[in-house]
């Protein structure tokens, strides 16, 4: 069983930065896959970024270049380092951890993974 607890959403205006933080109950880097998700009111919960359980980083395509996904093992963290933000990046951001095994097809899959916190809002003005 793994809980996961996000924080550091805001308001931000459109240009800015925020960096997302989820502390994990576990020792994730050897067991688990990770990632963070979102969704818009209105819209189905989509994958942003995820890293899976052999260090591959993903991202899907609307945020490459813009977020980056991290982790520090030493305080069971993940991090979500957000520039350049957008007006549709705003969402309510989850983060999420699986045992599943995953692929490229299935690793921003909300399905795949099994273990969810319960999401930090972020809101960007333009």
């Known amino acids: 069983q793994v809980q996961l607890v996000e924080s550091d959403g805001g308001s931000v205006q459109a240009g800015g930065s925020l960096r997302l933080s989820c502390v994990t109950s576990v020792y994730t880097a050897t067991s688990y896959s990770v990632a963070w998700f979102r969704q818009a009111p209105g819209k189905e919960r989509e994958g942003v970024a995820v890293?899976?359980?052999?260090?591959?980083?993903m991202y899907t395509d609307s945020v490459k270049g813009r977020f980056t996904m991290t982790r520090d093992n030493a305080k069971n963290t993940l991090y979500l380092s957000m520039n350049m933000l957008k007006p549709e990046d705003t969402a309510m951001y989850y983060c999420a951890a699986t045992k599943a095994l995953l692929f490229k097809w299935n690793a921003l899959r909300r399905t795949s993974y099994d273990y969810w916190g319960q999401g930090t809002q972020v809101t960007v003005s333009s």
């Open positions: 890293i899976t359980l052999d260090g591959t980083t």
